[in-house]
């Protein structure tokens, strides 16, 4: 089956970047959108980045659009989220989602800390 392993949160200091990684296997990386979320302690999952599965289109929250970039190596099957400018109302653990058909798989999560 489907499943996704994700790397490259940690702390980061304001104004600083990330990329977090979201390898996947058990199935071609170019049938699959993809998907970047991330949770706050006590708030919902929170949409922030997707994109299609050949890369041709991606989409981004009001609130990341400009910092962030979603992009996919279909080859390396790796998927990423290039954070950039990033400020402490990002810290959350950010989660990596694949949907295929009816068919949604989601990584374990990686925390991301924004902090001095």
């Known amino acids: 089956q489907v499943q996704l392993v994700e790397s490259g949160g940690g702390l980061v200091q304001p104004g600083g970047s990330l990329r977090l990684s979201c390898v996947v296997s058990g199935r071609p990386l170019n049938q699959l959108y993809m998907y970047w979320f991330r949770q706050a302690p006590g708030k919902e999952r929170e949409l922030v980045a997707g994109i299609t599965p050949e890369g041709r289109r991606k989409n981004y929250s009001d609130s990341v659009r400009g910092r962030f970039t979603i992009s996919r190596d279909n080859a390396m099957k790796t998927v990423y989220l290039q954070m950039n400018n990033l400020a402490p109302q990002d810290t959350a653990v950010y989660f990596c989602?694949?949907?295929?058909?009816?068919?949604?798989?989601w990584g374990q999560g990686t925390q991301v800390t924004v902090s001095s």
């Open positions: 989602k694949a949907n295929y058909g009816s068919a949604a798989v």
